[in-house]
């Protein structure tokens, strides 16, 4: 009964490949049919073809592997400066209880205040270069951080910290060799979902204004109405976030050995 | 070694208070097992945690070595129902964690540490890490880690209650092994009369709401006890003999 019904996990992806195969066709059919303008939605054809050239001349050196660079710079340098002001941010606040009823309330209302909306204001104070961007980055990046750095330092396992307490360890020693390591799962949890919001945060700042960056790249395809080109740059942007995203993953399987699941 | 005088507990609940201990009087010996039992909710992990300075009394006095107890000390070894070893750690380093928090010299206490890991049969698995390990095992390794930096007083707290019956009786003769051989004063919070009688020189027999202490029984069954002590008549009638008065 139940073995007739699992597909099993090849199964499972063939069935997952089938899915999105089966909506690019009828996505093509639609365009080809010409139901809608291929100025407003071209065909997954076309896009796959602007995707192939945008490749070819990343590859090849041209100017929008400068963009991409750019991007992909302002979307890591925003990273580092979240998690680092995130990390700092939420250990205080996770061991000074004074702290954290004094600043929750203002970071809970920063939190709720849509950050985009920030992002006029940031290009007059940081200048139209790669610096409000980063900022940019980093302010949209930095509250999943803050928020797991916090839960999971307040969250280490009291039996733990009940050990070292009848080791009569000192706050320094407990926090280093028990809350930190019991915390990192949490906190690269957070890590995750910051290195895309940076990628937002970058594009987002190179929406408002500036000369470089694959943001920049699709305001002005969208002003030529080359759709088919802003599909591939999302198409673009999109890998470089799940990149990244799977480049903190990596990382988290190392540094994390003892949560793997055992054989 | 440890004097316990009209000591009590009580817990303040919003409104409601809750007496976890009242007036427990009780004096264990330098090098003695002594055993706590009790139905749960008696007081007898509270009676450790005092004990251990990790909970603070409401009255009367606690003593250990003379000196009143104001908080934890290293003179104290502890062990929990869980290993709550930290799973970042190998094995040899989860045993090592006392000298690194009391700031000793890991190197002078690497041999110590290893040859405690040999002791319980577990060298092998010394640069390996607890999730290799079987929960007795592991609890085999918090022995090696509350022995390292040669406490005084041992506190186990219901150490064997998480494990199944035979690895709980193996470590019980393992404990015997070891405790034989060092003469610690121990304190031993289980709820399995069989445990208490087989290890023990004294059981204190506690009650519920409030916790209290009811009876102290000592155990007259000779040194050293081995499996053969569980199969001895007078093991049997010992066992009865503290349940009749648990009650």
């Known amino acids: 009964m139940i073995a007739s019904r699992s597909l099993g996990r090849a199964g499972e992806q063939l069935l997952a490949l089938l899915f999105i195969a089966g909506c690019l066709l009828l996505w093509e059919v639609i365009c080809r049919l010409g139901l809608v303008s291929s100025l407003v939605l071209p065909p997954p054809s076309a896009i796959a073809r602007e995707f192939y050239s ?25 990273f580092a400066l979240a998690i680092v002001i995130a990390f700092g ?7 000074l209880p004074v702290l954290r009823r004094v600043l929750m309330p203002y970071l809970i209302a920063l939190n709720a205040a849509p950050k985009i909306a920030f992002a006029p204001l940031i290009l007059v104070w940081f200048g139209f270069g790669m610096s409000s961007k980063v900022v940019m980055a980093a302010l949209v990046a930095f509250f999943p951080p803050l928020v797991n750095v916090i839960a ?25 060799k028990v809350k930190l390591p019991d915390a990192m799962p949490v906190i690269f949890a957070g890590l995750k979902t910051a290195i895309v919001f940076s990628v937002v945060g970058a594009v987002v700042g190179e929406f ?35 990149l990244l ?12 050995f003892w949560t793997r699941p055992q054989q | 070694m440890i004097e316990l005088n009209k000591l009590s507990k009580v817990y303040q609940l919003g409104n409601e208070t809750f007496v976890a201990l009242q007036d427990v009087s009780l004096r264990i010996h330098e090098g003695e097992f002594y055993s706590l039992v009790g139905p749960s909710g008696c007081g007898k992990s509270t009676i450790l945690n005092i004990i251990a300075g990790l909970v603070p009394k409401t009255g009367g006095e606690a003593r250990l070595a003379s000196r009143a107890i104001t908080g934890p000390t290293r003179e104290i070894g502890m062990m929990f129902q869980t290993p709550v070893l930290l799973p970042w750690r190998t094995n040899l380093d989860n045993v090592l964690l006392p000298v690194e ?30 999730f290799e390990l079987s929960g007795g095992m592991q609890q085999r390794v918090a022995i090696c880690r509350m022995l390292l930096c040669d406490p005084v007083v041992l506190l186990m707290d219901e150490p064997f209650s998480a494990l199944d019956e035979m690895t709980r009786e193996y470590l019980n003769m393992e404990l015997l092994r070891i405790w034989q051989d060092r003469r610690k004063t121990v304190v031993f ?12 020189d004294r059981i ?4 519920a709401s409030p916790g209290q202490l009811k009876q102290v029984a000592a155990i007259d069954l000779p040194r050293p006890r081995s499996k053969a002590t569980l199969v001895d008549p007078t093991y049997f009638h010992q066992v009865a003999r503290i349940r009749s008065i648990l009650g």
């Not at chain 1, 945008?54 to 925003?78: F, K, N, Q, W």
């Not at chain 2, 919070?189 to 023990?200: K, Q, R, Y």
Request: hydrophobic share 50%; net charge neutral; charged share 20%.
């Open chain 2, 204 to 207: 204190a027999i506690m009650a």
């Open chain 1, 152 to 176: 999971g330092i307040a969250g280490a396992d009291p039996q733990k910290l009940r050990l070292m307490r009848s080791l009569a360890a000192s706050r320094w020693t407990t926090f280093v």
């Open chain 2, 189 to 200: 919070v289980t709820h399995n009369i069989g445990e208490a009688v087989l290890l023990s």
């Open chain 1, 54 to 78: 945008v490749c070819r001349e990343i590859v090849a050196g041209g100017p929008l592997r400068t963009d991409s660079l750019v991007t992909l710079y302002e979307t890591v340098a925003g």
């Open chain 1, 208 to 242: 408002v204004g500036a000369d470089a960056g694959l943001g920049h790249v699709i305001k002005q395809t969208d002003y030529q109405l080359d759709v088919a080109l802003t599909f591939a740059l999302i198409v673009l942007l999109s890998l470089m976030g799940i």
């Open chain 1, 89 to 95: 941010c939420g250990v205080l606040i996770a061991e």
């Open chain 1, 245 to 256: 995203f799977y480049a903190i993953e990596l990382i988290e399987s190392r540094v994390l």
């Open chain 2, 101 to 130: 928090v009391f700031g000793l010299n890991r190197r002078e206490y690497s041999e110590q540490a290893l040859k405690l890991l040999d002791l319980v049969g577990l060298s092998a698995f010394a640069r390996r890490y607890p």
